[in-house]
């Protein structure tokens, strides 16, 4: 059950890999400048930051299982959305929907992960961490075969979005509620003097780790489309006689 979990994510991984990959076909169809482009790379982060705490309200009231595939749906809706989008305006909306459906996934993912898996807490969180990196290895190779198949960067878009609905799908026949809703790791919790709240040494420190972290990756995705727009010029460009 937890490897139907990790394979949702690693779909998840792969759908967030996608658009930096099509941005200059995006680009190129619809005049968008670099930088707006570069915008629509990283504009999920925002939805990232907005679901954050809503999710943890969330999972107070709802089950586990609910949640995660109600974050599944949403980006995979913004996903497929995405390539019937008229103009910059609603596209923006769409990407950022993918975030707020990644936040909601991965903060029940890593729920679900260090309250079962008690006596190997560490393993299930980096197995989490695995198989996002799968799925970002997976993104570009597959993505690139159907872009060069179909001629076309909506392709690669509706096929990945359809990826992450049938992962709903596999998730509501072969994951049970006792695995999701597990609570074994409460009273561990209390033996170890958890923090009480979230205003803490701790907390704040790997805060501001996360943000460094976010700064050098999302900096990165937001700056591939100028990047791959350089080189595609470079390549345009006639060679001079030697």
């Known amino acids: 059950m937890f490897g139907v979990l990790l394979a949702s994510y690693a779909i998840n991984a792969m759908d967030r890999q996608l658009f930096p990959l099509l941005a200059p076909e995006v680009r190129r169809q619809y005049g968008f400048s670099l930088s707006g482009v570069g915008f629509l790379s990283t504009i999920f982060t925002l939805g990232m930051a907005i679901a954050g705490l809503p999710t943890g309200y969330l999972l107070v009231r709802f089950p586990r ?49 260090a309250n079962y898996f008690v006596g190997h807490r560490a393993a299930a969180l980096g ?9 970002a290895i997976v993104s570009p190779i597959l993505g690139g075969a159907l872009l060069s198949a179909y001629r076309s960067w909506r392709i690669p878009m509706v096929v990945f979005g359809v990826l992450g609905f049938l992962a709903i799908a596999a998730i509501a026949f072969s994951v049970e509620p006792w ?21 803490n040494r701790n907390t704040i420190l790997l805060t501001v780790m996360s943000l460094i972290g976010g700064l ?24 001079e006689p030697s």
């Open 127 to 135: 197995s989490v961490n695995f198989s996002f990196g799968i799925g």
């Open 65 to 113: 299982k609910t949640v995660l595939q109600a974050g599944i749906a949403i980006f995979s809706a913004g996903t497929v959305f995405t390539v019937a989008a008229n103009g910059f305006s609603d596209m923006l909306i769409y990407r950022a929907a993918t975030g707020i459906g990644e936040a909601m996934q991965l903060t029940v993912l890593l729920a679900i992960a």
């Open 216 to 239: 050098v990756i999302y900096g990165y995705l937001g700056m591939y489309p100028h990047f791959s727009a350089k080189v595609s010029n470079i390549r345009r460009r006639p060679r």
């Open 179 to 199: 695995f999701t809703e597990s609570e074994a790791a409460t009273h561990e919790r209390e033996d170890r003097s958890g923090a009480l709240t979230l205003i």
